[in-house]
Nanobody, 127 residues
Framework: QVQLVESGGGLVQAGDSLRLSCAAS????????MGWFRRAPGKEREFVAA????????YYSDSVKGRFTISRDNAKNTAYLQMNSLKPEDTAVYYC????????????????????WGQGTQVTVSS
């Protein structure tokens, strides 16, 4: 089992930045790829970003590419999502998730690839 706890959400204005954290406990953190997803009101949960267990490869949705950066610190058992140039359409509950490693990065775009999920943290961006 892996337990995931997100933090760092809040209310910001358009153009501001936030950094989300995802603290993991349980099984060795370095064994898992990590992903961030979000669910906006009235919408399906969508992929945001993912990072391989080694941190060597990262993946982003087109909507956040160039503005968000995913990273991890395996020594601290923590994954991060740095969000810059926030827009009102980024408003959502953000979830971190852990996945077993896959050879193909394509798997990380699908929420069905993830075994463990956090409870979510609210990000609200006002215009």
């Amino acid at each position: 089992q892996v337990q995931l706890v997100e933090s760092g959400g809040g209310l910001v204005q358009a153009g501001d930045s936030l950094r989300l954290s995802c603290a993991a406990s349980g099984r060795p953190f370095s064994q898992y790829a990590m992903g961030w997803f979000r669910r906006a009101p009235g919408k399906e949960r969508e992929f945001v970003a993912a990072i391989r267990n080694s941190g060597g490869n990262t993946y982003y949705s087109d909507s956040v590419k160039g503005r968000f950066t995913i990273s991890r610190d395996n020594a601290k058992n923590t994954a991060y999502l740095q969000m810059n140039s926030l827009k009102p359409e980024d408003t959502a509950v953000y979830y971190c998730a852990a996945s077993r490693p896959y050879n193909s990065g394509d798997f990380y775009y699908s929420d069905s690839s993830y075994n463990y999920w956090g409870q979510g943290t609210q990000v609200t961006v006002s215009s």
